[in-house]
């Protein structure tokens, strides 16, 4: 499948291993793993912090295979679960880095073309979130208003 925004193909990077074992220097069961991943929902970190945090510093390589679920879907379990998806919220953020930036730079049409990229990436995540209903259907992208989401 082709990139969303570029004419090449392909998908370089690292891929997990393709058999599924549990590593043998992890110390860690499933529900010490959901206990910290609360815990360090609760100190505001988001899922994808989490899980660099729970890599780096504990040293658990793979949520899922460890404690059998996502880190979304503990924290959703737990209520502790952001409103906004976290690479919708990324998009908005990006998107509002732009438009501060065309304000006082109303001629790079370069930064034109990356808002118009990326309120589209914006607006095809929506529509994807409302289908699988992790958004309300009435829930709409304003551009003006989307400083609330971001803060």
């Known amino acids: 499948m ?5 004419r090449k193909k392909g998908k370089s990077g690292s891929h997990p291993p393709l058999e599924a074992q549990k590593p043998t220097w992890v110390r860690y069961k499933g529900n010490e793993i959901e206990l910290l991943i609360g815990k360090l929902a609760k100190e505001g970190h988001s899922s994808s ?8 510093s504990y040293g ?3 949520v899922k295979m460890l404690a059998g679920k996502t880190i979304a879907k503990i924290l959703a379990d737990k209520k502790l679960a ?3 998806p976290e690479d919708l919220l990324s998009l ?3 998107a509002l880095a732009i438009r501060k930036h065309m304000e006082s730079n109303k ?8 808002l118009q990229r990326t309120e589209s990436k914006i607006k095809r995540l929506v529509k994807y979130y409302k289908e699988s209903k992790k958004l309300a259907p009435d829930w709409k992208y304003d ?4 400083k609330i989401y971001a803060e």
Request: charged letters at 30%.
């Open 92 to 94: 908005i953020r990006r």
């Open 143 to 146: 551009p003006v208003a989307a």
């Open 82 to 84: 952001p409103e906004l």
């Open 49 to 56: 912090e989490i899980g660099t945090i729970l890599r780096d």
């Open 60 to 62: 658990i390589p793979n």
């Open 107 to 114: 001629q790079d049409m370069t930064a034109k073309r990356g």
């Open 2 to 6: 082709a990139r969303m925004h570029a």
